[in-house]
C-alpha cells in the first residue's frame, strides 16, 4: 500500500494526516503560529516549508512529524507570506532545488541550500512600482501574496504583490521586470504548467 501524507495550514497550526493501512494518523503541529503556506519539495516528499504571520520560516524533513524554524539569521520579517520550490535542479546545488520565500513587507529571500542559507533578492524593492504598493487593510504596507517559479522555464520567477503588481525575474529573482502597462494588480494566486510553457 502507498502511503500518502497531506499537510494542512489551518489558523493556528498545521495538520499532518498520514495514511495506513487502519485509516488515517493525524498530528498538530506549529501551534499558535498563524500558517499561512505550505511548499513540498518536489525531490524529497518529506520536505516541506511552512511560512507563518508572526513565526517565520519552518521546514520538515520527515513529512511534518517534526518542524525546525529556519532563516532567522538572513530573513528579516517574521511575517512569511508565500513561499515556494523551483522544479528545475540547479546544477551544483547539492541536490536542493531553489527556495523562494515572500515576506510582509514586500521582500523575496531565496535559498539554493534547502534553507541552510538565503539571499535577499533587492532588485525587487528597486523596481518602479515598488512606492505604490500597498496592502489595503494594513496600507502602510505590503508583502509578496504569491511566488510561481516556472515548471517550464528554469529560472524564471513571477511574484504577486499584494496590492500592486504581477512581476517576474527570468534569473532566478537576481533581476526583475515591473509590471507591464494593463497588467494584472492584485494577483492573490497563480500557475505554470510544464506542458504549457509561456502560459501562466
Known amino acids: 500500500m502507498t502511503m500518502t501524507t497531506i499537510i494542512v495550514a489551518m489558523q493556528d497550526s498545521i495538520l499532518t494526516l498520514e495514511s495506513s493501512k487502519t485509516g488515517w494518523k ?4 506549529l501551534k ?9 519539495d518536489p525531490r524529497n516528499s518529506n ?7 508572526g513565526d517565520g520560516l519552518w521546514k520538515t524533513d520527515d513529512g ?5 524554524s529556519i532563516g532567522k539569521a538572513s530573513i528579516s520579517s517574521k511575517d512569511v507570506m508565500s513561499v ?32 541552510e542559507s538565503w539571499e535577499k533578492m533587492s532588485a525587487l ?3 518602479k512600482s515598488s512606492t505604490s504598493w500597498s496592502f489595503p487593510p494594513r496600507p502602510w504596507t505590503s508583502h509578496v501574496s504569491w511566488i510561481e517559479p516556472d515548471k517550464s522555464n ?6 504577486a504583490i499584494e496590492a500592486g503588481a504581477l512581476v ?7 533581476t526583475w521586470i515591473d509590471r507591464v502597462d494593463g497588467g494584472p494588480y492584485d494577483t492573490h494566486t497563480m500557475a505554470t504548467h510544464q506542458k504549457m510553457p509561456k502560459r501562466i
Not at 32 to 40: L, Y
Open 125 to 127: 524593492n528597486n523596481l
Open 64 to 68: 511534518g512529524q517534526t518542524w525546525d
Open 154 to 159: 528554469p529560472g524564471y520567477v513571477f511574484a
Open 32 to 40: 499558535g503560529t498563524s500558517p499561512q503556506c505550505i511548499a513540498f
Open 168 to 174: 517576474q525575474s527570468h534569473d532566478g529573482g537576481r
Open 47 to 53: 520536505r516541506a516549508y511552512c511560512g507563518t504571520f
Open 26 to 29: 493525524t498530528q498538530e503541529s
Open 84 to 115: 515556494a520550490v523551483s522544479h528545475h535542479l540547479k546544477r551544483g546545488n547539492n541536490g536542493f532545488n531553489t527556495v523562494y520565500v515572500g515576506t510582509e513587507p514586500s521582500a523575496i529571500y531565496r535559498s539554493d541550500s534547502g534553507g
